[in-house]
């Protein structure tokens, strides 16, 4: 599994490629910007992009997604809880319609306990709410991709619409609580380890004390 960063947009916001490096399929998490960008890395490398994957509903995190879609016919993946935010509306029209049609390309919801495979990788869909209702987290392998759930010794807001702190609590504890080490891949700021977490992030050692 090969992973390329990119940091796009005024909110710089991580945009992720994860590319199986057997079959060259690759998904992109979280293109908040900057899609030029990301394409010229696809198209550069000879990669299959095949699904997009949106952390949460949160524009910073989605504006590059109708670009990507109009170039690749890639699926698009939200949790549904996320897709009546107006920000998604938006930027999703242009992708075929309403969030979670069936058509081969098109928008599609995804929820708590669903796997995807991209090539050889398997990502599995984890619920974790708080920052927004329909905030997911990524496994993948021994990655984590946490969207604005999880941060280098912080976490995401609270106060935006659709944000609860008691909910992100319950979310990060279910993090804590996962058995084994993971590279934890954010929505924005450095990369970090969930053992690194665990042992240092203010809020994660709060979680568990809730």
């Known amino acids: 599994m090969l992973i390329k960063t990119f940091v796009v947009g005024q909110l710089q916001t991580n945009c992720y490629v994860v590319t199986d490096e057997a079959t060259l399929e690759c998904a992109v998490i979280d293109p908040g910007a900057e899609s030029g960008r990301i394409l010229n890395y696809i ?14 509903g949160h524009f910073d995190h989605t504006m590059g997604v109708p670009a990507l879609f109009e170039a690749t016919g ?53 619920e974790t709410p708080g920052h927004s209702r329909g905030s997911v987290t990524l496994l993948c392998q021994n990655c984590l991709f946490t969207g604005d759930t999880l941060f280098k010794d912080s976490c995401g807001r609270t106060d935006f619409e659709g944000g609860s702190y008691d909910v992100l609590m319950k979310s990060l504890k279910r993090l804590y609580q996962l058995p084994g080490d993971y590279e934890v891949y954010p929505g924005h700021a450095d990369t970090t380890t969930l053992d690194r977490e665990r042992r240092f992030n203010y809020y994660m050692n709060a979680a568990m004390e809730a």
Do not use: P, W
């Open 43 to 56: 198209e550069d490398n000879k990669l299959k992009l095949k699904c997009v994957f949106i952390t949460h």
């Open 74 to 126: 890639a699926r698009v993946f939200i949790n549904v809880k996320d897709a009546n935010q107006k920000s998604v509306d938006e930027d999703f029209k242009r992708c075929g319609g309403m969030a979670g049609s069936e058509t081969e390309g098109g928008l599609a919801f995804y929820s708590e306990g669903d796997s995807i495979r991209v090539g050889n990788l398997e990502f599995k869909v984890m």
